[in-house]
């Protein structure tokens, strides 16, 4: 067995209860459904322009929505990463892998975040992709190029992997992209021969269904977890913020490869989230990323677990 890398944090476990706070650092939080245990953990933060998120918004606009976050002229944004995890039974499913250690130094920390849960890598039976932008996948090799999580079955959405092995790509992509195209491709070749391919609607495994949840990546998903009549949506970066991706869901992001599409997505799974009062876990929503949908006159907000 191979033991993990531990940080300074030196936690336990978690106790399992609907946003259980771990120490803030790691702002691991879990949620029951059933028999269903699901974490978030952290892998860390990104730090990204503001004009890379939002300088395809409306301008003058802008700083008003921003203000009523507190986030009105800030240079940089730093938001989360909170990656999900499912323990149910003998399966422990990881949603997405991190930054790895090759991306940025604010990222990455994956293994430390799931070392404070009792998960080590050869725990993990499954691993599933919601995209494969930096912050999602880097993470799935390790220092030595080989599989971090070497006994899981990994699963992606075939409209993803095709889009990002397709040797086109680095060209097509843009500048500013093209080495998301080369650090996809490489990894995913890496992992091929464990990879299984899914579509939109497919049950990928009990209680897991995946939606298409395009615009984000040309085959983005996101997954409804379900036990009985609980459910619970993995939007990964189809609601990519705490903010004016919810006080303006009809605006386009620069995050977003094909805004149009990335809009409709927003605004038809915002709905759904409200009108069900499902839960979500949003990869880059605040603090753990956990919580609700709410309307509030004709655009929403973000409701964290428990506030």
């Avoid at 803030?24 to 245990?37: F, H, K, L, P, Y």
């Avoid at 978030?40 to 890379?52: E, K, Q, Y």
């Avoid at 507190?70 to 422990?92: A, S, Y």
Wanted: proline letters at 5%; charged letters at 20%; one cysteine or more.
């Amino acid at each position: 067995m191979r033991q993990t890398r531990r940080s300074f944090l030196q936690t336990g476990t978690a106790a399992i209860g609907a946003a259980t706070l771990l120490p803030a650092r790691w702002a691991a939080a879990s949620v029951t459904m059933g028999d269903m245990e699901i974490f978030s953990v952290s892998d860390g933060n990104l730090t990204l322009p503001t004009s890379f998120l939002l300088g395809t918004m409306p301008q003058d606009e802008l700083p008003g929505v921003l203000a009523e976050f507190g986030l009105d002229g800030l240079d940089q944004m730093t938001p989360p990463c909170n990656v999900t995890v499912m323990r149910q039974g003998d399966r422990v499913v990881l949603f997405d892998t991190g930054a790895g250690h090759a991306f940025q130094d604010s990222a990455g920390q994956l293994l430390d975040a799931l070392d404070t849960v009792g998960i080590a890598p050869d725990d993990v039976t499954h691993v599933v992709f919601t995209h494969a932008h930096p912050d999602h996948l880097w993470g799935v090799l390790d220092d030595f190029d080989d599989a971090m999580f070497y006994n899981a079955q990994h699963m992606i959405g075939q409209a993803e992997w095709d889009y990002w092995t397709n040797p086109n790509t680095v060209d097509e992509i843009g500048a500013d992209r093209a080495s998301f195209a080369v650090g996809a491709q490489r990894r995913l070749e890496a992992i091929e021969e464990n990879l299984v391919f899914f579509d939109d609607g497919a049950e990928i495994l009990p209680g897991v269904a995946a939606r298409a949840s395009y615009g984000h990546t040309p085959g983005h998903m996101a997954f409804e977890l379900r036990n009985g009549s609980e459910g619970l949506m993995v939007v990964g970066d189809s609601i990519g913020n705490g903010h004016v991706a919810f006080a303006r869901p009809q605006w386009a992001s620069g995050s977003d490869q094909d805004a149009e599409t990335a809009v409709r997505t927003r605004q038809s799974l915002l709905d759904q989230l409200a009108t069900d009062q499902m839960r979500l876990i949003g990869y880059h929503l605040p603090g753990n990323g956990i919580g609700r949908v709410e309307r509030k006159g004709d655009s929403y907000r973000f409701v964290p677990e428990g506030a």
